[in-house]
């Protein structure tokens, strides 16, 4: 059996965005710019109000699809053309921007533990301009499957016979949120050439044979199966990975295209009033 290893490691770094909201920074650091096809990992997690009360006001996308996974707290979106919808502990929303919209994230909260991530995926040159489209996903709806030292829950991909319900994404992805017992173990199939990463945000462990602690990234081999083994507190991680798009990437804040003159047409349309309608 063949068995993936990291790549490269990176542990995250302080950052703000939106309004100010206070995040750790994973992928789209200086360390490590993208994971092809992800463009883009956060971590936002606090419990003092002030550090995410003024939450993502409205603000724009264009090329990608932008993927928010609730583990506390809630909040709620809104964009241009009037689409609405709730995010809750557990629940995750698979916004694909496409040609563009404009939208916000805000706390629907005002004290307690506000915790999740947001992952930026890539879309194909083919597909960056395609009609903008949601996947809400309350938290029921994702399975959550035992295994004999923990649990996995399936957002998307597949684990076993299990399948997770967000569909339709260009690059397959797989995502996959694992908590192991301590002293657990569980091997993970991860599709073979697929790209992918590991991030941990509970406890610590073996992963892919390597020690990985909270706070820690790891960059997947493209083959093999994936070993996880969790240390004394237990283990709990993202495993996420995709089919990569191998196309260039010219990206200026919130629109990730392939050209240049593609940047220019967004901002373009952005300051004109059309994105987004």
Do not use: C
């Not at 750790?24 to 003092?48: C, K, M």
Request: aromatic share 6%; proline share 7%; no cysteine.
């Amino acid at each position: 059996m063949t068995s993936r290893t990291l790549t490269t490691t990176v542990r995250g770094q302080p950052t703000s965005d939106g309004a100010g909201v206070k995040l750790t920074r994973v992928i789209g650091q200086h360390a490590l710019r993208n994971v092809d096809p992800f463009l883009l990992l956060d971590e936002f997690r606090s419990d003092v109000p002030d550090e995410y009360l003024a939450g993502f006001p409205p603000h724009p996308h264009r090329g990608f699809e932008t993927v928010t996974y609730m583990l506390a707290g809630a909040m709620k979106h809104k964009d241009s053309v009037g689409n609405t919808g709730h995010l809750g502990p557990g629940s995750v929303q698979w916004m694909t921007a496409g040609r563009g919209i404009v939208h916000e994230e805000m706390p629907e909260q005002e004290d307690g533990l506000l915790w999740g991530f947001q992952l930026w995926v890539n879309l194909p040159a083919a597909k960056k301009m395609t009609a903008p489209r949601y996947q809400d996903i309350p938290a029921d709806q994702i399975p959550q499957v035992s295994v004999p030292d923990g649990t996995v829950r399936v957002v998307a991909g597949a684990f076993g016979e299990t399948t997770g319900p967000v569909g339709g994404v260009d690059v397959a992805p797989l995502y996959l949120d694992v908590q192991l017992d301590p002293g657990g173990s569980l091997d993970v199939d991860v599709p073979d050439g697929h790209r992918g990463f590991v991030y941990v945000f509970e406890g610590s462990g073996q992963v892919a044979h390597q020690d990985l602690g909270r706070g820690e990234l790891g960059v997947l081999s493209d083959q093999g199966t994936l070993q996880l083994a969790a240390g004394a507190e237990g283990l709990r991680i993202l495993v996420v990975a995709g089919k990569p798009l191998n196309e260039p990437i010219v990206q200026y804040g919130p629109f990730v295209m392939n050209t240049q003159r593609e940047i220019q047409e967004a901002i373009r349309d952005y300051q004109a009033g059309r994105l987004g309608r």
